[in-house]
């Protein structure tokens, strides 16, 4: 559709989701929101989608924060039930995608901007990014997974400097913390997403999506990390991928992961 907030395109296994409000530069709001969780699910059942990488239009923003305006007036319930559905819609929809999922931060990602490329993970940023959680700043704090994600990523030290000061981290500061894994020049940006992308699809599809639940399984309430590892360790060793992968090795070859 010519008026989607989300502009979809596919190369050779990558999926690349571009967020494209650049008159809001590209705040979040609760089409973008819909738009975005859709496209996520859908991704999870297309087999020629093997990575995904998303970003904003333009050069200034990634996601420049949540759309204000929507729910300047919400009342307590209302605030609650628009954290319950971010988180459950979008954000953990993200997080525990079975493809790896790239941020490419291009210029200012706050507020929910920063928690939508906190839920991926891996996060690449252009030199001019400026990463954020504003909140306090509103009266508010952050809702969209920002103090649980954030203090995962940096410590809990700094992400308590983020938050409660407010302030921007540039992108030198955010890979010096943690916060980014790869800073590269704007023009750059969108190659080294992909180069990472291509790094990630030349391994097994099922032990990409298995190591990802092994380490969300350590942050999980009540569950043993050590022990979700040595049972999603042990399913490997069922599936087709890990046949194809021992046989590529013991006969020299590159394997022909037929994701199963």
């Avoid at 400026?130 to 909140?135: F, N, S, T």
């Avoid at 992968?245 to 590159?254: D, P, Y």
């Amino acid at each position: 559709m010519s008026d989607s907030l989300i502009h979809s395109s596919i190369n050779a296994g990558v999926l690349t989701l571009t967020i494209t409000r650049p008159e809001a530069l590209n705040a979040l709001n609760a089409a973008v929101i819909s738009e975005l969780a859709e496209a996520i699910e859908n991704a999870q059942t297309q087999p020629d989608i093997q990575v995904i990488i998303l970003t904003g239009s333009g050069e200034k923003a990634f996601v420049a924060g949540a759309d204000i305006k929507e729910f300047a007036n919400f009342n307590a319930k209302q605030g609650k039930q628009l954290a319950q559905h971010g988180q459950d819609h979008l954000f953990n929809r993200i997080e525990r995608s079975t493809k790896p999922v790239i941020a490419a931060i291009n210029g200012f990602a706050l507020g929910g901007g920063l928690e939508l490329a906190l839920a991926c993970h891996v996060r690449i940023a252009s030199e001019n990014a400026r990463m954020g959680l504003p909140e306090v700043s509103l009266g508010a704090i952050p809702g969209y997974g920002g103090t649980q994600r954030l203090p995962q990523v940096v410590g809990k030290g700094k992400a308590f400097e983020i938050i409660l000061t407010a302030g921007m981290v540039n992108a030198a500061d955010g890979l010096a913390c943690g916060l980014v894994n790869q800073v590269v020049p704007l023009e750059s940006l969108a190659e080294a997403a992909d180069n990472m992308a291509r790094k990630m699809m030349k391994n097994s599809p099922r032990a990409l999506q298995t190591a990802i639940q092994a380490v969300l399984a350590g942050y999980e309430e009540g569950i043993n990390g050590f022990e979700a590892e040595i049972s999603c360790f042990g399913a490997s060793f069922e599936t087709e991928d890990f046949k194809e992968g021992t046989r590529a090795f013991i006969e020299k070859r590159k394997p022909q992961f037929p994701g199963k």
